[in-house]
């Protein structure tokens, strides 16, 4: 790998991981998709017009690359006992364990886009700018649609575990 791939490999490769991580609950799937989508950023790396930031046009990549993963898998990811590695809190070991298996139960039970929308604003940080080019969607689409995707999380999480403990 050159220096200018090997940079931006090493400068992403966390962040796309924990997403792909996120979404299929399954490490070694996670590994192969992040693969891929490196694969086929480096390839199409002439494509890459500096209208949006290289975080966004990965995201974008990394995103196409697992929707590609699902249409062409027939099963729904399961729940593995590496989720526990996913989540971090201050709370009893139990406690923790507890919520975190719960956030990634109700994570699981959103759609792709909702999930992507929390995942992407609230776990990479992203502008909705960044969100907006991801998803290929307007500015204002992007906050409808993470506002839905977090008040349906609460809504679920509630029914679920009687609300988010802080």
């Given at each position: 790998?050159?220096?200018?791939?090997?940079?931006?490999?090493?400068?992403?490769?966390?962040?796309?991981?924990?997403?792909?991580?996120?979404?299929?609950?399954?490490?070694?799937?996670?590994?192969?998709?992040?693969?891929?989508?490196?694969?086929?950023?480096?390839?199409?790396?002439?494509?890459?017009?500096?209208?949006?930031?290289?975080?966004?046009?990965?995201?974008?990549?990394?995103?196409?690359?697992?929707?590609?993963?699902?249409?062409?898998?027939?099963?729904?990811?399961?729940?593995?006992?590496?989720?526990?590695?996913?989540?971090?809190?201050?709370k009893s070991e139990f406690e923790a364990m507890v919520e975190r298996d719960?956030?990634?139960?109700?994570?699981?039970?959103?759609?792709?886009?909702?999930?992507?929308?929390?995942?992407?604003?609230?776990?990479?940080?992203?502008?909705?700018?960044?969100?907006?080019?991801?998803?290929?969607?307007?500015?204002?689409?992007?906050?409808?649609?993470?506002?839905?995707?977090?008040?349906?999380?609460?809504?679920?999480?509630?029914?679920?575990?009687?609300?988010?403990?802080?």
């Open positions: 790998m050159s220096a200018p791939f090997e940079e931006i490999y090493e400068t992403y490769k966390k962040a796309i991981y924990t997403y792909l991580l996120r979404n299929t609950y399954d490490s070694h799937i996670a590994e192969e998709l992040t693969h891929d989508t490196f694969m086929k950023a480096f390839k199409q790396i002439h494509s890459f017009r500096h209208e949006s930031s290289l975080k966004t046009w990965l995201f974008t990549i990394a995103r196409n690359t697992y929707l590609s993963y699902q249409n062409k898998s027939s099963t729904k990811f399961e729940h593995s006992e590496e989720k526990h590695e996913l989540w971090e809190g201050g719960g956030i990634l139960f109700v994570l699981s039970a959103l759609n792709e886009k909702e999930r992507t929308y929390i995942l992407l604003r609230d776990q990479q940080e992203m502008t909705y700018q960044e969100m907006s080019e991801v998803l290929g969607e307007k500015v204002g689409s992007v906050k409808v649609g993470l506002f839905r995707a977090r008040k349906k999380f609460k809504d679920t999480y509630t029914k679920e575990y009687g609300g988010i403990r802080n």
